[in-house]
């Protein structure tokens, strides 16, 4: 079990460059076994734990997989098998992708239920919804989805949630629905519509994705293509809290500005200086910090996928800060964490009132979850003398090379390997 240990309280100066989107790539790779002629090279492929994961998955089902750093080669002309069942689909959650791609291609899949960060109930009856609704049966079966169809039918399916899941999901077997699919209440997050450029670049024919009603006229086949991801969101948005925390000058590159708005807007809510150039932003604080509310919404909303490195920051801002978490029902578990530093913070239900103190102390904590991991690195590089991370697998999964990146700027991170 890998450690990672912290000496804090040094200011952050220079640049950080940012990677691909996890979550688009999660989709992307799984959306590539629909191409039954020709090979996709997809490149800005984050190297972190999930996509490894993914890969091997694709691999299981008998698609070719060749990856030279950040680029990937997926020949999956051969492939047959519609069976995903191997340790890796339990344990991430965008496993359920393959549901979409398989059913898509083969009319049939049987993908072993999906895992991922404890964060709450994860349910997929949106998912299920939308498959049904283009003709698919669908039933769990010893632990896994097995969704089935003779023919696919497009049709308006209608979201009661809105779900970057279940659109994905839906979009990717809609694709091969014979018709038109209109998938009304989608998601509208920037890796939806990385995930449509890259399927209609496959020669799909998809419109609207990025707004809430997406419109997909039914294609016979997909080939390959060449593609490459956007930058990574979470990732960016990550690396602007912990700018905003050390103090100091960071240039964050290799970013979509637009995507990063109602992360920037509460930053400068809270006094930080935030330039937006072309595709990079600058930061740059003096750690004299102002508590601010903030709600976490779907895009273009404030992300949750935020809020966890969010209440890090406000923990050392001035005043008191309201943080209502309303996508996820257990999403604070990095609370009791940081409380071990000298934070002060309670939860009631879904809402953390923060009472901002002038310093956080080093501790041994644990990351609970991804983004809960991201909030104990930014607590660790604030805080006074030493703090070790345990649980370092679940940064992993999202965060490329989190201590190369951070330390390069002027962080002081060690990792263990015990
Ligand atoms: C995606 O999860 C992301 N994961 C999450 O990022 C992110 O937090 C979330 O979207 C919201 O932005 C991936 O892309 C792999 P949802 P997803 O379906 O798609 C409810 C991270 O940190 N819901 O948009 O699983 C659900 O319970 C991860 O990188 C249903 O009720 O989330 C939740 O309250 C963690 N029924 C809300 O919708 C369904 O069928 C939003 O979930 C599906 C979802």
New binding site residues.
């Given amino acids: 079990m890998e450690k990672l240990v912290i000496e804090g309280g040094y200011p952050l100066y220079g640049d950080i460059e940012v990677s691909g989107a ?2 688009a790539a ?2 992307i790779l799984p959306a590539a076994i629909m191409a039954c002629k020709g090979v996709c090279a997809i490149d800005n492929i984050p190297d972190i734990n ?1 996509t490894k994961c993914i890969l091997s998955i694709i691999e299981s089902l008998g698609a070719k997989v060749s990856k030279n750093n950040n680029s990937v080669i997926i020949d999956s002309t051969c492939m047959t098998s519609v069976d995903a069942n191997t340790e890796e689909v339990r344990k ?3 496993s ?1 992708y393959l549901i979409g791609a398989l059913l898509g291609r083969f009319k049939k899949a049987r993908v072993e239920m999906p895992g ?2 404890a ?11 939308g498959f049904e609704a283009l003709g698919a049966k669908v039933k769990i079966e010893h632990g896994a989805v097995v969704a089935e169809a003779e023919e696919l039918i497009g049709t308006n399916i209608y979201f ?9 999901n839906v979009m990717l077997a809609a694709v091969f629905a014979e018709g038109k699919t209109i998938l009304e209440n989608s ?1 509208k ?1 920037p ?1 939806i519509v990385d995930v449509a450029n890259f399927l209609n670049s496959m020669g799909a024919d998809i419109k609207g994705a990025g707004t809430d009603v997406i419109k997909i006229n039914g294609i016979k086949e997909l080939k390959g293509c060449n593609y490459s991801v956007i930058p990574d969101q ?1 990732e960016a948005g990550t690396y602007m809290m912990a700018a905003a925390a050390c103090g100091g000058k960071v240039n964050i590159n290799n970013v979509i500005p637009k995507h990063l708005e109602a992360i920037s807007a509460k930053l400068i809510e809270m006094g930080v200086h935030v330039t937006e150039n072309e595709d990079s932003i600058t930061i740059e604080s003096s750690r004299d910090l102002k508590g601010v509310n903030v709600k976490t919404l ?2 273009p909303g404030f ?3 935020i809020q966890q490195p969010m209440t890090t920051l406000l923990s050392i801002a001035k005043g008191r800060s309201i943080v209502n978490e309303s ?3 257990s999403r604070f578990k990095h609370v009791d964490e940081l409380k071990k530093m000298g934070a002060k913070v309670s939860v009631e239900n879904n809402i953390a009132i923060i009472e901002g103190v002038s310093k956080l102390s080093g501790a041994k904590v644990t990351a609970t ?3 809960a991991g991201a909030a104990m690195v930014i607590a660790g590089l604030i805080a006074n003398g030493k703090t070790e991370i345990s649980k370092v697998e679940h940064i992993d999964r ?1 965060y490329p090379h989190i201590e190369e990146k951070l330390n390069r700027v002027g962080a002081k991170i060690t990792r263990i390997k015990k």
Avoid: F
């Fill in positions: 996890k979550n999660v989709a999930d991430m959650r965008a359920y991922g960060c964060i709450g109930v994860r349910p997929i009856d949106q998912h299920i919804k009661d949630v809105v779900s970057v899941g279940a659109t994905i998601a997050e890796h979470i779907p895009y992300p949750t996928d996508i996820w029902e979850d991804l983004r999202g």
